[in-house]
Nanobody, 123 residues
């Protein structure tokens, strides 16, 4: 699976952004999808994951109530709607795909990774 993330940029605190990740190469609906992020000097962390059908989602505590993950299997795309952004959300955001059946906020479950897109939130 090839993954291409887009939609990052510079936004003020309290603002919103929507990230998109387009998949190609294999059957998109066979994979759970996830968003992860890595801030400067920090380890990569899970943000949100979504099941193959979109019926189940998991979120990191730090983004619950502010971020929403969704997918459109007809468009082979997964989205991350980010609202009420905070400076601590500044990071490179990566999308990833998992062939495992178990849905979890775990980067080790992911089989494929896209190149990241930078999100910068100014205070």
């Amino acid at each position: 699976v090839q993954l291409q993330a887009s939609g990052g940029g510079l936004v003020q605190a309290g603002g919103s952004l929507r990230l998109s990740c387009a998949a190609s190469g294999r059957t998109f609906s066979n994979y759970d999808m996830g968003w992860f992020r890595q801030a400067p000097g920090k380890e990569r962390e899970a943000v949100a994951v979504i099941s193959r059908t979109g019926g189940a989602t998991l979120y990191a505590d730090s983004v619950k109530g502010r971020f929403t993950i969704s997918r459109d299997n007809a468009k082979n795309t997964v989205y991350l709607q980010m609202n009420n952004l905070k400076p601590e959300d500044t990071a490179v955001y990566y999308c990833a795909a998992s062939a495992l059946v178990l849905l979890a906020l775990n980067s080790g479950n992911m089989n494929y990774w896209g190149k990241g897109t930078l999100v910068t939130v100014s205070s």
